[in-house]
């Protein structure tokens, strides 16, 4: 028979405290699992990145800092759609092997109305030769490498709520002065 869940921490918890192996105490546990993840399509992003690049230089024993200015855009998806505001940054970190930190933090402007911050952590990389080429804004197929993102959002809104609570992923690339993803909400 299987003991309540609130009998096993209440178990564990006495087992840690008395120093006996929890083994000794418990022999069944509840068969729980964590749910899977599921992806819930949001919106694709176009992020329109027309400004030159500020380059910091080598500013910490990560790499080197640069901070490149978002200009605007669109994203556009089945319950949420607007454009991006020309205000934020990527406040991005390249490591000496080429790893891109990505750190943004920008402004949307949904169709309706109402204004969302988000901000996305994340990582780009690839081979040398096929950085190189995303980094001159040559055509690249994105399969050649990692460029990833989360997502978290803050807004006021009533009726974009929802995304106050929402952890949000996205599959990038970058293509010329430009970076575009598809948004996915973890369910």
Not at 47 to 67: C, H, Q
């Amino acid at each position: 028979m299987i003991k309540p869940l609130f009998t096993v921490l209440l178990l564990t918890a006495g087992t840690l405290l008395s120093g006996t192996s929890m083994a000794d105490e418990v022999q069944e546990k509840p068969a729980f699992d964590p749910p899977p993840l599921q992806l819930e399509k949001l919106a694709r992003f176009e992020v329109d990145l027309t400004a030159p690049v500020w380059e910091l230089g080598k500013t910490s024993d990560l790499g080197k800092r640069r901070i490149i200015p978002i200009t605007g855009g669109r994203f556009e998806g089945p319950s949420f759609k607007g454009e991006i505001l020309n205000n934020g940054a990527d406040w991005q970190i390249v490591t000496d092997d080429g790893l891109a930190i990505i750190d943004t933090r920008y402004l949307l402007k949904t169709d309706d109305g109402a204004l969302v911050y988000l901000q996305t952590k994340g990582y780009r990389y690839g081979p040398p030769e096929v950085m190189k080429d995303v980094a001159a804004g040559k055509p690249v197929d994105p399969s050649q490498y990692f460029f990833k993102v989360t997502m978290t959002f803050e807004t006021s809104s009533e009726k974009y709520d929802w995304l106050n609570r929402a952890i949000g992923v996205g599959s990038a690339m970058r293509l010329g002065k430009a970076v575009v993803y598809d948004a996915y909400l973890l369910k």
